[in-house]
């Protein structure tokens, strides 16, 4: 999945640099990953897997965009 080499290759390069911007909040890739890693970890300890399909009904935050960066076995 393209997102999550995009992922991966911001955090070693531009760590420290804004990766998302919301609500008067920001958080830097490095930020964005460390929250991504452990929703990927609880999507697979409940049995999803690569391919798999999941629709999340959230708003507009970190939270969200976080939740769609990483999909379990993708990496």
Not at 18 to 47: C, D, M, Q, W, Y
Request: glycine share 6%.
């Amino acid at each position: 999945m393209i997102y999550i080499h995009s992922l991966g290759r911001a955090v070693r390069y531009f760590p420290e640099r804004t990766a998302f911007a919301a609500n008067g909040t920001r958080s830097t890739f490095r930020e964005l990953h460390a929250r991504v890693e452990p929703i990927a970890a609880a999507l697979t300890k409940h049995g999803f897997k690569a391919g798999d399909r999941l629709a999340i009904l959230l708003p507009t935050s970190q939270i969200t965009s976080s939740s769609f960066m990483r999909a379990p076995g993708s990496a």
